[in-house]
């Protein structure tokens, strides 16, 4: 019922700044939260930040004060600004959308992307 395409990463220094997009798509009424995890090798998975419909926000300790996550509703997409990147935010980044609602359905579902590499070189 939901695809999510993400977009925006790639290879940066350390200190720059990379913007990663993430639209969902398909047969839905609404999305309750849309966030961004990342997996680094050898470790698990992790939340990186969250907003909820109303944009309310959470963030990883490690990301706060240098990540921004935000919405656009109309346009069912959640973006997530990263600045002053380091080395240790190397990681495959995943869109997760989740209180996903579709027609006729009391239920809620859950989504995931297929990840977008981010790598900070020192």
């Known amino acids: 019922q939901v695809q999510l395409v993400e977009s925006g990463g790639g290879l940066v220094q350390a200190g720059g700044s990379l913007r990663l997009s993430c639209a969902a798509s398909?047969?839905?009424?609404?999305?309750?939260?849309m966030g961004w995890y990342r997996q680094a090798p050898g470790k698990q998975r992790e939340l990186v930040a969250s907003i909820t419909s109303r944009g309310s926000t959470n963030y990883a300790d490690s990301v706060k004060g240098r990540f921004t996550i935000s919405r656009d509703n109309a346009k069912n997409t959640v973006y997530l600004q990263m600045n002053t990147l380091k080395p240790e935010d190397t990681a495959v980044y995943y869109c997760n959308v989740d209180g996903v609602r579709r027609v006729a359905d009391f239920r809620r579902y859950e989504y995931w992307g297929q990840g977008t590499q981010v790598t900070v070189s020192s």
């Open positions: 398909g047969s839905f009424l609404s999305i309750g939260v």
